[in-house]
């Protein structure tokens, strides 16, 4: 009992959190519009699982934390992705034309420059410091998990939802988006924003210049290729440039 209420009470707080930033984008989407309640609801509940199943003690002595964090993310986004049967518009497809892929690529050269500009200037400013070289099974998990999970629960399952809500009526470098597009990047970056330790809430400005922009353009990347794949690829490529950078 002494570790289930801070890991139920943190969860609902770090949740409460995001769905507070968020709010009003989603009534700039049109959040009054009859008939779409349902369908937030719905995604409002998906999204407190993706966090309970996150933030759950490690359970299994062969999977460490955050392994088990990251693979019941994925397991658990995967199966509502295949139980709604929305497979393909959810993005799970190898079906991506050669243009978008090199605009993927470029895209993803520029945010991983970004990022090494990012750190270097932190660390310039005395604002972040060097922890010395990682382990070889964190820069495993960094090049895998983080990037499956997250990209299945987030561009998969969130912003494929409420793109079929709100549309995508604005075309921007050639990808078609709309606010499922903002309303899921600032989840996004709500999720690593809002830290929880027990039942203490604390906010991590820092990312509003990695997670933020992270987030858009793995959104973008998602739309342009109409695929989850060029995201997690690009995902897990930033996750290991920023952890050596």
């Known amino acids: 009992m002494t570790g289930l209420l801070p890991w139920l009470g943190g969860t609902f707080l770090q949740w409460t959190a995001c769905i507070a930033v968020s709010a009003p984008f989603v009534a700039l989407a049109g959040?009054?519009?009859?008939?779409?309640?349902?369908?937030?609801?719905?995604?409002?509940?998906?999204?407190?699982?993706?966090?309970?199943?996150?933030?759950?003690?490690?359970?299994?002595?062969?999977?460490?934390?955050?392994?088990?964090?990251?693979?019941?993310?994925?397991v658990f986004a995967l199966g509502v992705i295949l139980l709604t049967r929305s497979a393909s518009s959810c993005g799970l497809t190898l079906k991506i034309d050669r243009q978008a892929w090199r605009d993927a690529a470029v895209v993803t050269l520029l945010l991983l420059l970004f990022v090494l500009i990012r750190n270097n200037f932190l660390r310039l400013m005395g604002l972040a410091h060097r922890e010395g070289i990682p382990g070889l099974e964190f820069l495993l998990y960094q090049a895998?998990?983080?990037?499956?999970?997250?990209?299945?629960?987030?561009?998969?399952?969130?912003?494929?939802?409420?793109?079929?809500?709100?549309?995508?009526?604005?075309?921007?470098?050639?990808?078609?988006?709309?606010?499922?597009?903002?309303?899921?990047?600032?989840?996004?970056?709500?999720?690593?924003?809002?830290?929880?330790?027990?039942?203490?809430?604390?906010?991590?400005?820092?990312?509003?210049?990695?997670?933020m922009v992270a987030g858009l353009v793995f959104g973008w990347l998602r739309e342009r290729s109409g695929s989850l794949v060029p995201g997690i690829l690009a995902h897990n490529l930033v996750n290991l440039v920023w952890t050596l950078a």
């Open 31 to 74: 959040g009054g519009k009859t008939g779409i309640w349902r369908r937030l609801a719905f995604l409002a509940v998906f999204f407190l699982g993706c966090l309970l199943l996150v933030r759950l003690e490690t359970t299994w002595a062969f999977l460490r934390s955050p392994w088990q964090a990251m693979l019941l993310e994925a």
């Open 144 to 211: 895998t998990l983080p990037g499956i999970a997250e990209e299945l629960a987030y561009r998969g399952v969130i912003q494929s939802q409420l793109n079929g809500i709100f549309g995508r009526p604005w075309k921007v470098f050639k990808a078609c988006l709309g606010w499922g597009f903002v309303i899921t990047a600032v989840i996004f970056w709500a999720i690593h924003a809002f830290l929880i330790e027990g039942l203490s809430l604390s906010f991590y400005w820092q990312t509003l210049t990695m997670q």
